[in-house]
């Protein structure tokens, strides 16, 4: 007997084929639907990745269409070629400088916007606008403004009677540029993320806490960052897997595109691009690719952990016991001091 | 008993925030509308604006010359890349908002075999990412003899992990399941109850999922680039070969920023609404 559960209610007066025909149809109706994403993630997804790894092993003839098997060489040649470092190094480096200040700031932001403020949909519209601009035009715009000699960031520097930064020959001013890019698109998307979670809090903690004499600082690192636990994890997760995936950026930083005549903005993936279909070594691009997979759920799996980490205590008192544990350590602090606070006002 | 200073301070939090609170709200607006104004200011100039150590920072008046050059660049192919553009992502928004809406309500709503062990399966596959597979993604539309053609961007994305993760957990809540029993004891097939019980349930969230993947499917940049002709590009494709080339005449390269944003931008005025509410909506609570 199939052991689906069936809510079909039994009917006499119906004819055996019917209820047979009703009977296909529930059992196979949930295949059906769920079928074209699967065929075609296994069309596009699943075979491309695992083609893929066969690939990553061979020296791939682009005029045969198939490749000779040398086994785990082109991995080795990914990994002693000092560019993949340099390639490794920038995408740490900018990945770090994106993701974290536009974090901080997408909280920061939210916060704000927490506040019960007016025209809310206006700024919550407002901070989006960055979001819907395509990343190839975000960073034409951002490269002309880090020009180096006519730029509008380093005329402003050289107004202030400050020197000028060589943002397209400093591997780091480079950095700092492409993170900007980065960060300019989606601190606006994390932000409302972030706020979601926010107007999920509890406002009676807000209250409880106001009653115990918690200022907004002491407000926001004991009830609100705790409380944004799971939604902190998940948008550093997705922004470590799109962090580290950076291409759009470093292509369209300068006009030749190959990420710096010194490397200096080469990432993982402009890298992976170069060697694809620049050189049209498939091969070595493949284990490019597979490299960088693997970077990414380390990073990922490194993020996961520290996040988790950071903000745990409180958060799982939160959690767990809302409404009291969550206030016991403000309490603990702010008990002397209250009586002092109501004097004065 | 509550003193009504307590009474006060209770009350504040749900009181009109201070003037710095708007304050900082208007500074981050700027740093939002600052890049589109820039692009305007030196599209609206010539090829010595970006020179200027004088620079006006009003508009000066060489807008629609340029608008010209952008849209009659051969090398460019604006009109073709607009209507590419315009063709595929509609083409996808619509596809993946269908397939995911039907696969979500089979993993909401009706009852199977490996349900729970499919739908991990389907969220496992968001963390992948896409350069894993650019290679013989290549080599297979290489084969077909479809590099170049706009279809080879549309086929991988016709449908969406995160839309069907999306439309899955939308639908689990939207709908009763006695709703989904009432139409079957009035006789409706499966595929009737998704269209008179499921589709309009599902309306709001799919208004958001389609707009979501309108927005991607536009700005995608990566595969349409190593798959797609230069001469049938899509704007972003489009938009890269502007800079391409020693001189780049940067008052030609941000007016196609600007025109190549527009749409986007448009639709955004309309239902941009829409879309905040649906990325407040889908966030991770808690």
Redesign the interface.
């Known amino acids: 007997m199939p052991s689906h559960r069936s809510i079909l209610p039994q009917r006499n007066g119906d004819s055996a084929l019917r209820e047979k025909l009703t009977r296909w149809d529930v059992k196979s109706a949930p295949y059906l639907y769920i079928a074209p994403f699967f065929l075609i993630f296994v069309a596009t997804g699943l075979f491309p990745i695992g083609y893929t790894a066969v690939i990553s092993l061979m020296e791939w003839d682009m005029v045969r269409g198939t490749g000779e098997f040398v086994g785990f060489d082109q991995y080795w040649r990914v990994l002693s070629a000092p560019d993949f470092w340099i390639a490794l190094r920038n995408t740490v480096s900018i990945f770090l400088l994106s993701t974290i200040p536009q974090l901080v700031a997408a909280i920061i932001i939210a916060a704000a916007l927490d506040r019960n403020i007016r025209a809310r949909t206006f700024w919550r519209m407002s901070v989006l606008v960055p979001y819907v601009m395509a990343p190839v035009a975000v960073a034409l715009i951002f490269s002309n403004m880090f020009g180096d000699k006519f730029g509008l960031v380093n005329s402003l520097l050289t107004q202030l009677g400050m020197t000028s930064i060589p943002w397209h020959t400093d591997p780091f001013a480079s950095h700092v540029a492409i993170a900007t890019m980065v960060n300019f698109r989606w601190t606006g998307y994390n932000t409302l993320i972030l706020l979601a979670a926010m107007q999920a809090i509890p406002r009676e903690y807000y209250e409880a806490a106001t009653v115990d004499g918690a200022g907004a600082i002491r407000q926001f690192l004991s009830i609100t960052i705790p409380g944004l636990r799971g939604t902190l994890i998940f948008v550093v997760v997705t922004s470590t897997i799109g962090g580290l995936q950076v291409f759009d950026e470093p292509r369209m930083y300068d006009h030749t595109g190959t990420g710096g005549p010194d490397n200096q903005w080469l990432t993982i993936a402009l890298y992976l691009y170069n060697v694809g279909w620049g050189e049209w070594d498939f091969g070595r691009a493949a284990a490019m690719a597979w490299i960088l997979f693997a970077l990414i759920l380390l990073v990922g799996l490194i993020n996961l952990i520290v996040t988790r980490g950071l903000v745990r205590d409180d958060a799982a008192a939160v959690a767990e016991n809302p409404g009291r544990r969550v206030l016991r350590p403000r309490r603990t602090t702010h008990d002397n001091a209250r009586p002092v606070e109501e004097a004065n006002r | 008993m509550p003193s009504p200073?307590?009474n006060v301070?209770?009350a504040?939090?749900?009181?009109?925030?201070s003037p710095w609170?708007?304050l900082?709200?208007g500074v981050?607006?700027l740093?939002?509308?600052f890049?589109?104004y820039?692009?305007f200011l030196?599209g609206s100039g010539d090829s010595y604006t970006?020179?200027?150590?004088h620079m006006s920072w009003l508009p000066g008046g060489n807008f629609w010359t340029n608008v010209d050059k952008v849209v009659n660049d051969p090398s460019v192919n604006f009109w073709r890349a607009l209507w590419n553009s315009i063709y595929s992502s509609t083409l996808i928004a619509v596809s993946v908002v269908f397939?995911?809406t039907?696969?979500g309500?089979?993993?909401s709503k009706?009852?199977?075999?490996g349900?729970g062990r499919?739908l991990v399966m389907?969220v496992a596959?968001m963390?992948?990412?896409?350069?894993?597979?650019?290679?013989?993604?290549?080599?297979?539309f290489s084969?077909l003899g479809w590099t170049g053609n706009i279809g080879a961007i549309i086929?991988?994305s016709?449908?969406s992990?995160f839309g069907?993760f999306w439309m899955t957990q939308y639908l689990r809540q939207a709908v009763p399941?006695e709703l989904?029993?009432a139409a079957?004891?009035d006789g409706a097939?499966?595929?009737r109850s998704?269209l008179t019980v499921g589709v309009p349930a599902a309306r709001p969230a799919a208004a958001m999922l389609g707009l979501f993947t309108f927005?991607s499917a536009?700005?995608n940049?990566?595969w349409p680039?190593?798959v797609l002709d230069r001469q049938d590009p899509t704007?972003?494709v489009a938009?890269?070969l502007?800079?391409?080339?020693?001189f780049?005449d940067?008052s030609v390269?941000?007016t196609?920023?600007l025109l190549?944003?527009a749409p986007?931008?448009l639709?955004?005025v309309f239902a941009?609404?829409q879309?905040?509410s649906g990325?407040?909506?889908?966030?991770?609570?808690?």
């Open positions: 200073s307590k301070r209770r504040r939090r749900f009181s009109r925030p609170v708007y900082f709200l981050v607006l740093a939002s509308v890049p589109f820039w692009s030196i970006v020179r200027d150590p397939f995911s039907l696969a309500w089979a993993f009706l009852h199977f075999r349900r499919l389907v596959t963390a992948v990412p896409m350069q894993l597979g650019v290679v013989p993604l290549y080599i297979m084969e086929i991988p016709l449908t992990a069907v399941d989904i029993e079957r004891v097939s499966s595929f998704f927005v536009w700005n940049f990566f680039f190593i704007l972003p938009l890269s502007l800079q391409s080339g020693y780049v940067y390269v941000l196609g920023v190549a944003t986007l931008l639709l955004f941009g609404k879309l905040v990325i407040m909506a889908g966030a991770v609570k808690g």
